[in-house]
């Protein structure tokens, strides 16, 4: 990870446009997943142009599919964005790092822009290793898709968290035998164990 940016790691998103399939196919010809997120050596390896995205990954991408050819689908980039910590965040990475496999997550919405060959294009907003930033998006019903984190990123991640964040202990519960019973009032009901008595007194 760059030195002196210790909370601060610049991504490229890669968006992969791939021919719908079914009955689905009535309503649109393509469709737009998350494919990537790419930092350090695999992101530098690129050799990107200062222009901004989308940028096709393959030599074919934006270019009209030969005649008896099938659809193809295409990648294409999308550098300047950033995975950010922050100190207030840490349980969200920490639920992160719990997981089975850690993961990127990436918020994208549909762009007015056009790719060059003239279909609409997507744009992604933001990048996050939170999972409380990935639930908050999703709960506001926007597009949210994960990516398996790189090795990299992963041991960068945990030396963050596992340097800031102290899980809290988790506090004992009490046994139900000794919690205090309750009608459905809510007031105090205590139990007697002895005989009940009939009514005018013991039995003869």
Not at 172 to 184: K, V, Y
């Amino acid at each position: 990870m760059p030195a002196g940016a210790p909370n601060r790691v610049e991504v490229a998103v890669v968006m992969r446009r791939e021919p719908v399939s079914g009955p689905m196919s009535r309503w649109q010809s393509w469709r737009w997943l998350l494919a990537d997120v790419l930092t350090g050596e695999a992101l530098a390896a690129l050799d990107l142009p200062a222009a901004a995205g989308p940028l096709p990954l393959e030599p074919a991408a934006g270019e009209r599919v030969e005649r008896g050819e099938p659809d193809q689908a295409s990648h294409w980039l999308y550098p300047g964005l950033a995975l950010e910590l922050h100190p207030d965040d840490l349980e969200g990475y920490y639920l992160n790092l719990s997981s089975p496999q850690p993961c990127c997550w990436v918020m994208w919405r549909p762009d007015e822009a056009v790719l060059p060959d003239g279909a609409p294009a997507p744009l992604p907003q933001i990048a996050t290793l939170s999972y409380h930033d990935a639930g908050r998006w999703l709960d506001a019903q926007e597009r949210v898709e994960q990516v398996p984190a790189p090795a990299a990123v992963i041991a960068w991640l945990a030396a963050y968290v596992e340097s800031r964040y102290r899980p809290e202990p988790k506090r004992r519960q009490r046994p139900a035998s000794f919690q205090s019973l309750a009608d459905r009032f809510g007031n105090p009901v205590s139990i007697s164990t002895g005989e009940r008595r009939r009514r005018g007194g013991d039995a003869a």
